[in-house]
């Protein structure tokens, strides 16, 4: 079983960057795909990013050119740099793991999540 816990979230100018953390604990974090998702008020979870086991990635249309991707399986962290935010990506952030993650289906464990607010 693996337990995340997000960090990072808050309150930035449009234009600007946050960097969202993801610390896994428990056994076997090497071994899951990684994904972050984000959720707008009275919608359902969308894909953001991802990274596989083998470090292959995947981004969303709307955020590529803006956000990365990363993972350290030392550190047991899986990151999201953000950067020139906009007013719409402002949602809540949840990372996610699962051994058979693609997209949007397939995610076992979720973090809590944590809010991005983007101010115009």
């Known amino acids: 079983q693996v337990q995340l816990l997000e960090s990072g979230g808050g309150l930035v100018q449009a234009g600007g960057s946050l960097r969202l953390s993801c610390a896994g604990s428990g056994h076997g974090f090497k071994d899951y795909n990684m994904a972050w998702l984000r959720q707008f008020p009275g919608k359902e979870r969308e894909f953001v990013a991802s990274?596989?086991?083998?470090?292959?990635?995947l981004l969303a249309e709307s955020v590529k050119g803006r956000f990365t991707i990363s993972r350290d399986n030392v550190e047991r962290t899986v990151y999201l740099q953000m950067n020139i935010l906009k007013p719409e990506d402002a949602a809540v952030y949840y990372c996610?793991?699962?051994?058979?993650?693609?997209?949007?289906?397939?995610?076992?464990?979720w973090g809590q999540g944590t809010q991005v607010t983007v101010s115009a």
């Open positions: 996610a793991a699962g051994r058979w993650g693609h997209e949007t289906r397939g995610w076992t464990y």
């Open positions: 990274i596989t086991w083998s470090g292959e990635m």
